[in-house]
Nanobody, 117 residues
C-alpha cells in the first residue's frame, strides 16, 4: 500500500522560510514523479513544483526563484524549500506522486502553511 506522509508546515512571518518533507512508502521511489500542490481557501488546488526520477524540475511561475523542490531517493523523500514567503503562499500543501508506468496517482494528507505577521 502506497502512503505519502507530509510534515513541516507551520505559521511563519512574511519573508520567512520553511522546509516541507514528504516520505513515501510502499513503492520503488526512484521510478515515480513527485510533486507539491497547494490549495488556498476558496481556490482550486494548483501545482507548485514537480520533480522526476531523473531530477528534472518544474515550478509554478508564482514560486520560481523562491521555492526549491528536491528528492532523496535513498530516503524515499521529497522536499520543498520555501523561501521569501508571502501571505499569498498560505495554503494546505499536498504531496503528490505519479507512477508513470501504471498511471496511478497518490496524495498525502496535506500540511498547513500559514504566512502571517
Amino acid at each position: 500500500q502506497v502512503q505519502l506522509v507530509e510534515s513541516g508546515g507551520d505559521l511563519v512571518q512574511p519573508g520567512g522560510s520553511l522546509r516541507l518533507s514528504c516520505v513515501a512508502s510502499g513503492i520503488v521511489f526512484s521510478d515515480v514523479v513527485m510533486g507539491w500542490y497547494r490549495q488556498a481557501p476558496g481556490k482550486q488546488r494548483e501545482l507548485v513544483a514537480g520533480i522526476t526520477g531523473r531530477f528534472s524540475t518544474n515550478y509554478a511561475d508564482s514560486v520560481k526563484g523562491r521555492f526549491t523542490i528536491s528528492r532523496d531517493n535513498a530516503k524515499n523523500t521529497v522536499y520543498l524549500r520555501l523561501n521569501s514567503l508571502k501571505p499569498e503562499d498560505t495554503a494546505i500543501y499536498y504531496c503528490y506522486m505519479n507512477v508513470l508506468m501504471t498511471g496511478a496517482e497518490y496524495w498525502g494528507q496535506g500540511t498547513q502553511v500559514t504566512v502571517s505577521s
